[in-house]
């Protein structure tokens, strides 16, 4: 039995100058998490993870400056010149990428369901969105 197929919409984003920009495949309805962390906790990041062959920087890669912590595994990824972090590569998927949906163009008009992604129980958090950033056959 084959694998169910998905259908992609394309999307755009970016930081708030605009030096940083994106294109995004993910279905029409975005499935994102709104993780309780100190760092998306204080920056608003909703995250919509996938794999990062369905994931295209637009903008040069010296437009971006890295932020990193704890393990160092999460590559925080900051526009140089806005600070706005509209992307990153996640510790819970570091072969993915995890796009903020609040920096997607038209982020208001989007079709979002968020889900709370707990950080105090990281391990069974992780595993259950493990699939996210796998490549869809």
Request: proline share 4%; glycine share 6%.
């Amino acid at each position: 039995m084959n694998a169910p197929q998905f259908e992609y919409v394309t999307y755009r984003g970016g930081c708030h100058c605009g030096r940083v920009r994106y294109e995004v495949d993910a279905p029409r309805r975005l499935e994102v998490l709104d993780c309780n962390c100190s760092i998306c906790r204080m920056t608003g990041f909703l995250h919509l993870i996938v794999p990062v062959t369905r994931f295209r920087l637009l903008a040069d890669d010296d437009a971006l400056l890295d932020y990193r912590f704890n393990t160092g595994t999460a590559r925080h990824r900051f526009c140089a010149t806005c600070g706005i972090k509209s992307f990153y590569v996640p510790r819970s998927h570091p072969d993915g990428i995890d796009v903020n949906a609040r920096c997607l163009d038209d982020a208001a008009s989007l079709d979002l369901c968020i889900s709370l992604f707990d950080d105090s129980r990281r391990e069974a958090a992780t595993a259950a969105i493990a699939h996210l950033a796998r490549v869809d056959t």
